[in-house]
């Protein structure tokens, strides 16, 4: 462990939040219903473009844009989830549920995984499956298919593959509680509302606006353009070659996982308004409790304290292919990042080194294991 992780391991969660001012809690009822109504406004002026083109291409075009308001009003109702908006649960519920529609995500059982799992253990993969990186071995081990899946996933084209098959549907669409969860039933409920908005709105769409190609435009292209963006961010809000993954829980600790597991992407004023500040996301794994609409401000406040913990930069695709070509693999152990050649050229030293000489672990899990494909 490196001296700055060592100098957080000692500093509480609730040191750090101090530093952030009591201004950055309070909460606007009129600026959230405010940005409400603009990203329900663009996903109808865009749906609407979707039923009254008669050109597919031009409804698969207004289906790209209404791919990119449900990203936006999917961040509106993660926030609400947070409680960061309201006070009322309902209120907060209600509105978040029909934020979330359009996703086709379920606002009970997203926010388990998330505000439970992802922000309570933030890169200590044990918990935290979000983005998880396989080591070398780990890699080597699996069959062919699941190498090229993995490799699909950790391209900045193509990692709309991990939300989709990592989250959305083993942790939401087949998730299964413990007969014992208080919030079972209303898994169950969500499942239903989630179900019945796909199955109506696409059969709206089937009848109404054009057949297959409305249905495609209307339906399941904003669902995929939504889970290339969330996968996106996510993987930019937790990745980086300086940015360490945890395996074991005396390395990590709360401080480490919100304030250095994370990262502030800087965008242009315009996308940081329309993504709603998503992408300043250190002050808000820092506490969650901050409206959207004053990360920028709690952003500021923290990096005069602990701005040598904050690992910022600015959102250019050099720099996002940059990531996505380094951080493929990942050694827990001395807390290194490998790209796919660098770890075959481990492999095969491994692999060579005489069994006296193997570390144990290598023994067991490397063996003649070879990185292909």
Known sequence: ???????????????VRESISPACYQRSHAKALLWYGFDLALYLAAMTGVFLSDSPVLKLFFGLLAGCAVAFMFVWAHDAAHGSLFQNKRVAEVLGTI???????????WALGHNKVHHGFTSFS??????????????????????????????PYFCALHYILRVWWPGMVRFRP????????????NKLITLAFALGFGAILYAFGGG????????FLPWLVFNYFIALFVFLHHTHPDI?????????????????????VRCSRISELLIHNIMTHTPHHVDA???????????????????????EYRFRWSTVRGIFRQCKLYDFEN???????????????????????????????????????
């Not at 934020?99 to 379920?106: A, D, E, Q």
């Not at 069959?143 to 490799?151: F, S």
């Not at 600790?253 to 919100?258: E, F, K, R």
């Open 1 to 15: 462990m490196n001296h700055t992780l060592r100098a957080l391991q000692d500093i509480k969660l609730q040191t």
């Open 99 to 109: 934020f979330m529609l359009p996703s086709l995500n379920m606002y009970r059982l």
């Open 126 to 155: 044990p918990v935290d499956w979000i983005w998880r990186p396989l080591t070398p071995a780990e890699y080597a081990a699996k069959g062919w298919w699941q190498r090229a899946l993995y490799r699909l996933e950790r391209t």
């Open 178 to 189: 413990d007969e014992q969860h208080k919030d079972r039933h209303m898994f169950t409920l």
């Open 212 to 219: 297959i190609w409305g249905l495609i435009a209307g339906l």
């Open 244 to 264: 360490p993954f945890f395996d074991q829980r005396k390395e990590w600790s709360n401080t480490i996982g919100q304030l250095y597991c994370s990262t502030v």
């Open 289 to 311: 409790r901050i409206p959207f609409y004053h990360l920028k401000r709690a952003h500021a406040d923290l990096k005069a304290s602990y701005g040598e913990f904050i690992h």
């Open 335 to 373: 807390q290194v990042w490998h790209d796919f050649r660098q770890a075959r050229q481990l492999l095969a030293v491994a692999g060579s080194m005489q069994p006296e000489t193997r570390n144990a672990s290598c023994t067991s899990t490397l063996g003649e294991a070879r990185i292909s494909g």
